[in-house]
């Protein structure tokens, strides 16, 4: 693996350790919640001047609130479950230093399928299953072909083709982008009151930092404009790109007033 990709393997153990310990205290909170109620009586009321009254009314919340954060540490640890499972499962990202390479093997294989899907709508016009067969497409796929859709149609549908050829258009365009990316060098600017705003090249991404802490205001609006804080850099920080540069002139205009 390269180095990213070590990152989002220890981002997903990381996420998968947290939720299995959210599941553990909920499923610890709702046994002992379970095990509280268990020891009063079914549908028993508190008893009004009863002697127990005074430690059943402390004794009663408790039970509520062990099952509210058993509840709610259970529903967390299914959010944090699926936020694993999500890891790496986004495509390509542009802060993969193999990027291009995997993007290249990508549209590769979609000219591949779209040159097929052509030469077989060619073959079901011209030379029928004989033709197919012959090509090497197999008997399932021939029946496939053959199959009309609901306008009588025959062979690969023309939606599938134009798709096809939309994602084979952004593959490449992401390609020049990433390539373009690549000559980009570190830029650094400062502003009023000691802020830097980076645009870091190597890590891919736009960089404010602070003398201090800012306040809670700005953090607000750092964070509302897609900011989050890395500890690692000491920077609030977003990944690079024209979209981030606007959120950081927003962010700024807002410290200069």
Not at 192 to 217: D, H, M, T, W, Y
């Amino acid at each position: 693996m390269n180095s990213f990709e070590q990152r989002q393997a220890a981002r997903k153990e990381r996420l998968e350790a947290r939720a299995g310990a959210l599941q553990t205290e909920g499923e610890a909170r709702v046994s002992r919640a379970r095990k509280m109620a268990d020891i009063i009586p079914f549908g028993q009321p508190i008893l009004v001047g009863h002697h127990s009254e005074r430690g059943d009314r402390s004794y009663r919340p408790k039970i509520h609130a062990n099952f509210g954060k058993g509840f709610d540490a259970l529903k967390a640890a299914g959010e944090m479950a699926a936020r694993a499972a999500s890891v790496g499962n986004g495509g390509i990202s542009s802060d993969d230093p193999e990027a291009v390479e995997k993007l290249r093997a990508e549209l590769v294989a979609l000219e591949a399928q779209q040159a097929r899907a052509i030469l077989a709508n060619r073959l079901v016009r011209k030379e029928g299953r004989d033709g197919l067969a012959a090509a090497g497409f197999s008997a399932p796929e021939i029946a496939g072909l053959f199959t009309p859709d609901f306008a009588g149609r025959l062979g690969v549908p023309a939606f599938r083709l134009t798709n096809n050829g939309a994602n084979m258009r952004r593959i490449k365009g992401r390609i020049e982008l990433l390539e373009k990316q690549a000559t980009r060098e570190t830029k650094e600017t400062q502003f009023e009151g000691g802020v830097r705003l980076i645009e870091n090249a190597e890590a891919n991404r736009l960089q404010l930092i602070f003398e201090g802490k800012p306040s809670a205001e700005i953090r607000a609006e750092l964070k509302s404009h897609g900011f989050r804080w890395a500890a690692s850099e000491g920077a609030w920080q977003r990944q690079l790109s024209n979209g981030a540069r606007h959120a950081a002139d927003c962010v700024l205009r807002k410290l200069s007033d």
